[in-house]
């Protein structure tokens, strides 16, 4: 499940932050290399950012390099993308996804390749 932790919710002005959070179940989450993608109205789901299995590599596209951060946590099973600088380009529907043994960042920006979906959070950037 992936939830939206901030000021009002899925609602921040433009310039705020944000968080996401994805927890996930099972005891294999460690073997999964993980991402974010999002995908606005009328536009293809894209990549936003990925993190590797092994050693916590961590991809991003160029479009939130520098302001977005994605981390995770084995123990708890739980990815997070840290949003900070916010834009109103950045409102979109975000996805986590999982794919087992996930490293490189061919694997983890191919959207087909991921094997299991979270069911998608809502971020709206606006004044």
């Known amino acids: 499940s992936c939830a939206a932790a901030g000021v009002w919710g899925g609602l921040v002005q433009p310039g705020g932050s944000l968080r996401l959070s994805c927890a996930a179940s099972?005891?294999?989450?460690?073997?999964?290399?993980m991402g974010w993608f999002r995908q606005a109205p009328g536009k293809e789901r894209e990549f936003v950012a990925g993190?590797?299995?092994?050693?916590?590599?961590?991809y991003y596209a160029d479009s939130v390099k520098g302001r977005f951060t994605i981390s995770r946590d084995n123990a708890k099973n739980t990815l997070y993308l840290q949003m900070n600088s916010l834009k109103p380009e950045d409102t979109a529907v975000y996805y986590c996804?999982?794919?087992?043994?996930?490293?490189?960042?061919?694997?983890?920006?191919?959207?087909?390749?991921?094997?299991?979906w979270g069911k998608g959070t809502q971020v709206t950037v606006s004044s």
């Open positions: 996804a999982a794919r087992l043994f996930g490293s490189t960042y061919y694997q983890l920006t191919d959207y087909n390749g991921m094997h299991y």
């Open positions: 099972g005891s294999l989450f460690g073997s999964y290399g």
């Open positions: 993190i590797s299995w092994t050693d916590g590599s961590t």
